[in-house]
């Protein structure tokens, strides 16, 4: 259902209302028609081509979850992390559809904008834009653009398949130690990805650490944490392949995982390896320019 916003007053002629979208229109709605408990899993949604198993979602919904609460089959979000000092939110939306898809338009329909999150006396949350002008969304630009400081790598290497953006971003903790971020997001690859690799060399790098949003409501999906490896000058994190379990935790398109260690070194530039998650046309691994410490 598509409800066209009424101050664009542009639509296709003959076009009945909540049917289709006109050109140029718009599709404003409130919150309670993305939350569940109808919604299905995302996993059903080839982001890359458009497709969505509909019968096959119908079927497994009451699987999921069988008696609902009222956050079930929707976004969540930890509530200690709405309240960490400093920290800036931003929401995303993302459009899948076939036919824009096949028309070669499939990259642009990600969007966001920045909010700010408050809570009251009672515990409960209020979240408002930052912006309150009449055009706070970013349009056609993912959430990660709008890392102060980093610097992106797309990442398009098999064929048939969608995009992954790769961020790094360097942060000097002294004159001799360095903190290296980087956050890769699968904004609409079908395959995902199931390892991150970066050359370190002889560097020894210390607090390493891996975050990835929690899988809920979908009991198939992993939420294990990836591991990480350093060996034969390379750092890595990765996760179960796809012929080993095809719920492990890879990351899934619509969602990025962020990891990061320290090194006594300061930033160059050179390539990270990304193993893709899921069997397919094309290379198994691609790479995407990231900083990395020098001398590696």
């Given amino acids: 259902m598509a409800l066209s916003a009424e101050h664009l007053r542009l639509r296709l002629r003959g076009q009945s209302e ?9 599709d404003p709605y409130g919150p309670n028609t993305n939350q569940g408990p109808d919604l299905g899993s995302r996993r059903l949604i080839n982001p890359t081509t458009g497709f969505y198993d509909g019968q096959k979602a119908a079927q497994e919904l009451g699987a999921f979850q069988p008696s609902p609460s009222g956050i079930d089959h929707g976004l969540q979000v930890s509530e200690a992390d709405l309240a960490v ?39 409960k949350f209020s ?24 610097e992106f790598s797309r990442v398009s290497g098999a064929p048939d398949d969608g995009t992954i953006i790769v961020a790094s971003n360097v942060t000097r903790l002294s004159r001799t130690a360095y903190r290296y971020d980087y956050a890769i997001y699968n904004m609409n690859s079908e395959r995902g990805v199931r390892s991150f690799s970066i050359p ?45 379990n095809e719920g492990a935790n890879a990351i899934r398109w619509g969602t990025s995982y962020n990891f990061w260690f320290e090194a006594p070194a300061a930033p160059a530039e050179a390539e990270a390896e990304l193993t893709y998650f899921k069997p397919g046309a094309g290379p198994s691994k691609v790479q995407a320019k990231v900083k990395i410490p020098r001398g590696a």
Avoid at 219 to 241: E, H, K, R, V, Y
């Fill in 18 to 26: 909540r049917k289709r979208l006109g050109v140029g229109c718009s």
């Fill in 85 to 123: 000092a400093g920290a800036r939110y931003f929401v995303e939306g993302q459009y899948i559809a076939a036919d824009d898809s096949a028309a070669g338009n499939g990259d642009n329909n990600v969007s966001h904008l920045e909010v700010r999150v408050t809570q009251n006396a009672d515990g």
């Fill in 127 to 150: 979240i408002e834009n930052v912006d309150p002008g009449n055009h706070p969304t970013r349009r056609e630009l993912p959430a990660i653009r709008a890392w102060p400081y980093a």
């Fill in 200 to 244: 370190i060399g002889n560097i020894a790098v210390s607090n390493i650490g891996f975050s990835a949003v929690r899988s809920h409501g979908d009991t198939t999906l992993s939420n294990d944490p990836w591991p990480s490896s350093t060996s034969d000058g390379q750092i890595g994190w990765s996760t179960q392949a796809f012929s080993e």
